[in-house]
């Protein structure tokens, strides 16, 4: 079993929809929790970053952790044609060196 | 604020040739610095990381090095290249005091074996 477990998708919606994007894990050592968006070739970048249980927002953009259930979820609302990505959920526990990524979840927003 | 500069961008090699891949962060010092490649479908795989200067962790047995001359400075290379090393390198960094539990990455570099 991967220690995060992240649908590939692809997440087809229209623009405007609300969308959920999860990730799974087994590591009940996880504090940290991460998003990351993924343009086409290019790198990955920060869109969220929360501490432990809880909801956290930015603009359009919630991220949720569970810990009791080890579930964390993306929430976009209004979607947009430039929130077509991949997104990338990640994880880590307190001190720890590294993080553990989930595989990704391609998301394609149509106008 | 701080930048992650990483090259070449793309570059076409063909087997059994070395490989240079060069990654420099700015604006910051003793940074955490970690090098990843993505295959088409996979995951982040971590290569190596560095917490200082010719500190190297290698997660990844493989034909793959990496150093650290400097401190803002890390380099992937390879003296003969595989088919298999094909993919997408990123070169990442971290803030020291705040370990792995946030990571930066640069553009990345496109890299195909041929």
């Known amino acids: 079993q991967k220690e995060v477990e992240q649908d590939p998708g692809p997440l087809s919606v229209p623009e405007g929809a609300i969308v959920s994007l999860n990730c799974t894990y087994s590591?009940?050592?996880?504090?940290?929790f991460m998003w990351y968006r993924q343009y086409s070739r290019k790198g990955p970048e920060l869109l969220m970053y929360?501490?432990?249980?809880g909801n956290k927002e930015d603009g359009r953009f919630t991220a949720q952790v569970d810990k009791s259930s080890k579930y964390i979820s993306l929430f976009i609302r209004d979607s947009q044609p430039s929130d077509s990505a991949t997104y990338l959920c990640?994880?880590?526990?307190?001190?720890?060196?590294?993080?553990?990524f989930g595989t990704g979840t391609r998301l394609l927003v149509s106008p | 604020s701080q930048t992650i500069h990483q090259w070449p961008a793309t570059l076409v090699q063909p087997v059994g040739s070395p490989l240079s891949l060069e990654c420099t962060v700015e604006?910051?010092?003793?940074?955490?610095l970690y090098w990843y490649r993505q295959a088409a479908g996979r995951g982040l795989q971590l290569l190596f990381y560095s917490v200082g200067i010719g500190q190297i962790s290698s997660e990844v047995p493989q034909n793959l090095s990496a150093s650290r001359p400097q401190d803002r400075q890390f380099i992937l290379s390879s003296k003969k290249l595989l088919l298999s090393d094909s993919g997408f390198y990123l070169c990442?960094?971290?803030?020291?005091?705040?370990?792995?539990?946030?990571?930066?990455f640069g553009e990345g570099s496109w890299l195909t074996v041929v």
């Open positions: 990442a960094w971290s803030f020291r005091a705040s370990g792995g539990n946030t990571i930066y």
């Open positions: 590591n009940s050592a996880f504090q940290y």
């Open positions: 990640a994880m880590t526990d307190t001190g720890f060196q590294k993080l553990v």
């Open positions: 929360t501490y432990s249980s």
């Open positions: 604006g910051t010092s003793n940074p955490n």
